[in-house]
């Protein structure tokens, strides 16, 4: 399957998902459980960073025009989007696996606490965003504070089982001819 259909695939999936389960899932209303943005963390190494911010814009208008947010979510994405490419230059080596693997996942980042710094360090940020965004200020701040941690856990969890459940098989691609 060409890497093209792939991404559009997950791209609906991922937002059908998150739309019509995650969304009716009430846990507490400290927790908010979000796995829509794995579409971002899934994309190629070697997307331009203008790309990725296009793409985690239509992501996070798609998920706003079905919950009628006025474009909290679409901040939240581009943001990790633009941070996404920095994150893993300093995660991986320079000639480390972006030249050698596809798409970041457990073995193309070298093992589960990598991928966990990796995906950790996005949800916070996005999390931590979209939640400051909605409140427009710090008003409660351990509200804020907690409401963060706790779907910031979730959500780790839940990308994890993904990861997981949905093993993606990348092959190891060399520099030989």
């Known amino acids: 399957m060409s890497s093209l259909v792939k991404n559009i695939l997950r791209f609906i999936l991922f937002i059908l998902f998150q739309v019509y389960i995650l969304d009716k899932i009430r846990l507490h209303q400290m927790v908010t459980p979000y796995i829509y943005f794995m579409f971002i963390l899934w994309l190629p190494f070697k997307m331009k960073r203008g790309w990725l911010m296009?793409?985690?814009f239509l992501l996070g208008f798609t998920l706003?025009?079905?919950?009628?947010?006025?474009?909290?979510?679409?901040?939240?994405?581009?943001?990790?989007?633009y941070v996404r490419p920095f994150l893993i230059n300093?995660?991986?080596?320079?000639?480390?696996?972006?030249?050698?693997?596809?798409?970041?996942?457990?073995?193309?980042?070298?093992?589960?606490?990598?991928?966990?710094?990796?995906?950790?360090?996005?949800?916070?940020?996005?999390?931590?965003?979209?939640f400051f965004l909605e409140a427009w200020q710090f008003g409660n701040f351990w509200y804020f504070f907690v409401k963060t941690i706790l779907s910031t856990a979730v959500a780790l969890m839940l990308v994890l089982s993904t990861e997981l459940l949905f093993s993606r098989k990348q092959?190891?691609?060399?520099?030989?001819?």
Do not use: M
């Not at 706003?64 to 990790?80: E, M, T």
């Not at 070298?110 to 965003?129: C, D, E, K, T």
């Not at 092959?171 to 001819?177: G, K, L, Q, S």
């Open 54 to 56: 296009l793409l985690g």
């Open 64 to 81: 706003d025009n079905f919950r009628h947010h006025p474009g909290f979510h679409s901040a939240a994405c581009v943001l990790i989007a």
């Open 90 to 130: 300093l995660l991986i080596p320079q000639e480390g696996a972006e030249t050698n693997y596809e798409e970041p996942s457990f073995k193309s980042l070298g093992g589960i606490l990598p991928y966990l710094i990796y995906s950790g360090v996005l949800i916070l940020l996005h999390n931590s965003w979209l």
């Open 171 to 177: 092959p190891f691609r060399t520099n030989t001819a």
